[in-house]
């Protein structure tokens, strides 16, 4: 999306830590780099990668999240991957057969936040592109974390699973959800000058004929007022549709006046 | 993911279109049907593609979501394809200086749900891949839905944007928390209607001298649309609107043809 501001800087918060398997494209570690930076996650590791690391293909394909890129570790196992975490999801679209507690991302992430809060670490494990966790991966987390997908159509890779949890994070962790930007409506009109609006308008209404007959006048009136009050338009707003109806209402005038001036034009112009 | 259940048949339930506007890239229209069928999304159409449909791309990078795919609509232009909603939002990630409410994905989420819950039909749009949408497309909608993401790495794709809206639809529709619609209010007229009433008043504009140069007349425009798209209008409400214009407008017109009949039937009186 077109929408960066390169002029803000980036604060490393404590958040989730992102644990990728056996992660098997270079090009997926950098695609999971750039969804956590969307998201303002930062901390991410990789269990025994199939290529050496720094890897070019990440890189390139993390864009411009070079701080995530930056700050990648690299594990030779899980177990040492999530050695100083507190609490472990796994990220699974499969069943197991395991007991283990599942929880949606909304209640995953909730959960995190609370641990992280509290001052502990919490990561998220991520599987292979192919074969996802394996069972002892699995066995190693405090619970499940599976996505409310179709069953039939489950086809989120790893970038996207990442972005929903990382979503799921913020959304959580900013309850009151800040967005960059916020409503961009103006305050509405104080009353006085809407009733202004309405008279306007209906005083021409009445001139032009608009309103058949006096009884269905109120309920006409009414329902015109119910309309444009919806709206909740601003003083600006008012102002433009009171020069809407000005400008059709009169608009016959000008065009009398500018002929008028046509004719006196030509008139002038034929005595000389 | 590796996690498909291909047992599972699809249920086309009532759920919000994905309209993306001029997508240059057939993989992306891919990768956007597939994002919304993970959970539950079908209705794509998208507006003048860059490349004729179908589109091999499209249906490599779509995977197994055919029935996307399958129901894919083309238009010409946005209005058309957004003609038989009732509720349309714009996803943009910059600001826009325009009257024009903003909401995160979960409100947009939750006010879609209680538009098609009543029967109503909503849709988002999607904009280009380097320049999202025009603000002329921003204006046919009723709000904005943007993502809380970090403004300094905001890097989300079309196809996680589409992913991250239907995953919240997702979310807010399992619920089961439908917010009730506000009593006594008719259904909002679909945007075709909407967009009937904006090309008659602006075409009455036009030629009344509305707007005074040329230059000014997107962004008047675009300000006027704003602010009768807030009011929800029914298709009574339009009809009776497009009365208001043609009363005012042609009230001259009645006024001269009134005078020249009261002057023929005075002419008429003073023969007999």
């Known amino acids: 999306m077109a929408g960066t501001d390169k002029s803000q800087e980036f604060t490393f918060r404590p958040s989730p830590a992102i644990i990728l398997c056996e992660p098997q494209l270079g090009e997926n570690i950098g695609t ?8 303002g996650l930062w901390d991410l590791r990789i269990v025994n990668p199939r ?6 293909r990440a890189i390139a394909a993390a864009s411009r999240a070079d701080h995530v890129i930056d700050k990648v570790r690299v594990f030779a196992t899980v177990e040492e991957a999530i050695a100083d975490l507190q609490l472990v999801f796994a990220t ?12 949606g991302p909304e209640e995953g992430a909730q ?6 809060a509290g001052g502990e670490k919490a990561g998220l494990l991520f599987g292979r592109e192919k074969w996802g966790l394996y069972n002892e991966e699995v066995a190693l987390a405090d619970a499940i974390v599976t996505f409310p997908v179709e069953a039939a159509f489950a086809s989120l890779n790893i970038a996207q699973a990442v972005l929903l949890m990382a979503y799921e994070w913020r959304q959580q962790a900013d309850k009151g959800e800040v967005l960059p930007f916020s409503g961009g409506l103006d305050p509405t009109a104080p009353r006085e000058e809407l ?4 008279l306007h308008l209906e005083e021409t209404l009445d001139r032009t004929g608009f309103f058949k007959t006096e009884d269905k006048r109120p309920t006409m009136v009414d329902n015109l007022r119910a309309a444009f009050a919806r709206a909740q338009l601003s003083t600006q707003e008012i102002r433009t549709l009171r020069g809407v109806i000005s400008s059709i209402d009169r608009a016959h005038l000008r065009q009398g006046r500018k002929a008028r001036e046509a004719e ?3 008139a002038t112009k034929s005595k000389d």
Request: hydrophobic share 45%; aromatic share 10%; proline share 8%.
């Open 195 to 198: 009733i202004g609006l309405f």
């Open 111 to 116: 959960r995190m936040i609370s641990h992280i």
């Open 92 to 103: 699974t679209a499969r069943r197991r057969d395991m007991q283990k507690p599942v929880y």
């Open 264 to 266: 006196a034009a030509k």
């Open 32 to 39: 999971t780099a750039r969804a956590m930076a969307n998201f």
């Open 51 to 56: 290529d050496p690391w720094p890897n070019e």
